[in-house]
């Protein structure tokens, strides 16, 4: 029997170089990211670090890959992150969202969430 738990970031703040705007290329801009992802875990009755997901190493995967670049398009940085998850086999289903809080004056944030799953 396989079990499945669930990690999460919620609302990792980021300096992101993303946007279509004239505006948003000149500057890094605040971005919001936060996932979720379904992990498969051994059944077995102790676990060890090994057997599972660290956060923190995702974490740092998202700061990379949100640094490594200008992105015009979240979708395009969210397709990247969910590749990124999903390259651990480990993870079977991600859920990325990724929120521009400061883009709409009258808004809280705007952005897109994009999942993604094991074939």
């Known amino acids: 029997m396989s079990q499945r738990i669930a990690i999460f970031i919620d609302r990792l703040n980021l300096d992101a170089a993303v946007g279509v705007f004239e505006f948003e290329k000149e500057k890094t801009q605040k971005l919001v990211v936060s996932l979720r992802a379904e992990v498969a875990i051994p059944s077995k009755e102790e676990l060890h670090h090994s057997d599972v997901v660290c956060y923190d190493t995702v974490a740092k995967g998202i700061r990379a890959i949100v640094q490594s670049q200008h992105f015009e398009l979240l ?4 397709r990247r992150l969910v590749d990124y998850c999903l ?33």
């Open 75 to 78: 979708e395009t940085l969210g």
């Open 87 to 119: 390259a651990d086999v480990r993870i079977k289903q991600v859920t990325v969202k990724l929120e521009k809080p400061d883009i709409i004056d009258d808004a809280l944030s705007v952005g897109i969430e994009i999942s993604g799953s094991q074939a």
